[in-house]
């Protein structure tokens, strides 16, 4: 998920306005961040379950998603001319 993002958001920087590309940071700084959490379960294993970091993983997915929802809304739709 995270190469898509950042490679998404390098390629198409300079379609979308400010606000846009604040939050298509964002959602690339959290995926990355998630990702650290991921690598640092399975470099540094602990004797029982990591639970601290398996929800901030899961904290960041949530916050991952309604940034990204919010990122969406503000995407102009010019496919659908009946759109609101």
């Known amino acids: 998920m995270t190469v898509p993002a ?3 958001t390098w390629v198409f920087w300079s379609d979308f306005g400010n606000t ?5 940071v964002v959602i ?8 650290g959490l991921t690598v640092s379960i399975g470099v540094r294993p602990a004797p029982d379950v990591p ?3 398996l929800g901030l993983i899961a904290l ?7 940034v990204a929802g919010v990122h969406e809304g ?4 010019k496919w659908c001319t009946t759109c609101p």
Do not use: E, I, K, T
């Not at 690339?28 to 998630?34: E, G, K, N, T």
């Not at 960041?60 to 309604?66: D, I, N, Q, R, S």
């Not at 503000?74 to 739709?77: A, E, N, Y």
């Open 74 to 77: 503000l995407r102009p739709r």
């Open 6 to 8: 950042v490679y998404g």
């Open 28 to 35: 690339c700084l959290v995926l990355l961040a998630q990702l």
């Open 51 to 53: 639970w601290l970091r």
């Open 60 to 66: 960041a997915f949530l916050f991952a998603c309604g």
């Open 20 to 24: 846009y590309q604040a939050l298509s």
